[in-house]
């Protein structure tokens, strides 16, 4: 075998691998959409409201008792949650891939979500509108108590 087939050779498994790992990560982060780590809105009309205001660049919650958080979605458990969410400036876009939940945030206009988290953990949200210079920055933690 010469030296350049040698080398295609090697690209060649190379490139396969990494694809393969990412391809495998991938799937597993999509998976946990479905694995029941938060629970769809079950009609429960008794949910905590938690109002939710993203602007660039970053989120800010504020819960029932009047206390805010920045960048930080802090719930509990077998809670049901109701988060209204609106912007301060451009639109932007509320996604915690874990829950299944994903929901704009638009100037001048509220839109509601609900659900259940299930599972205690920490998960990652993020923006997922381009919304700007820093948009990449525009992402936090739901820390699931
Ligand atoms: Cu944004």
Known sequence: MNKKVKYELIWLVAVIAILGISALANYNYTLSASKNIAQPYNGDPSGVVINVTGYQWGWQFEYPNGTTTTD???????????????????IHDLYIPQFGVQVYAVYGHTNEVSFTP???????????????????EMRGEVVVL
Not at 81 to 88: D, G
Not at 118 to 136: F, N, Q, R
């Open 72 to 90: 930080k979605l802090i719930l509990m458990a077998n809670v049901t949650y109701t988060l209204i969410v609106t912007s301060k400036d451009v």
């Open 118 to 136: 299930l599972v205690p953990g920490t998960y990652i949200m993020e923006c997922v509108e381009y919304c700007g210079e820093y948009h990449y």
